[in-house]
């Protein structure tokens, strides 16, 4: 059975940082395409980053230069850096595996 949890979400105040990660089991993370989504009330949830199984990042254009992926293939996780955070990054983030396991999200709040 795959299963994915995110952690890491939380309030933070603008220009601040968090790190989220998302754990990941039952599943060969080793080749996994790791993704990152974000959904706020009233919209569709929208794509954040990629990290592909050997390494290879893709990141939404407002996130560039703010956002980093890395994984950790030891313990199965994979982790989404945020720095400089904006009011507008605020969000319920997902994780999703192989585009097709969802976690439950964690909470991202920017605000002053």
């Known amino acids: 059975q795959v299963r994915v949890v995110e952690s890491g979400g939380g309030l933070v105040q603008p220009g601040e940082s968090l790190r989220l990660t998302c754990t990941v089991s039952?599943?060969?993370?080793?080749?996994?395409?790791l993704k990152w989504f974000r959904q706020t009330p009233g919209k569709e949830r929208e794509w954040v980053a990629t990290?592909?199984?050997?390494?290879?990042?893709d990141f939404e254009e407002s996130v560039k230069g703010r956002f980093t992926l890395t994984r950790n293939w030891a313990r199965n996780t994979g982790h989404l850096q945020m720095n400089n955070l904006k009011p507008d990054d605020s969000a319920v983030y997902y994780c999703?595996?192989?585009?097709?396991?969802w976690g439950r999200g964690t909470q991202v709040t920017v605000s002053s």
């Open positions: 999703n595996i192989v585009d097709r396991y």
């Open positions: 039952g599943i060969n993370f080793k080749i996994a395409t």
């Open positions: 990290i592909t199984g050997d390494g290879t990042t």
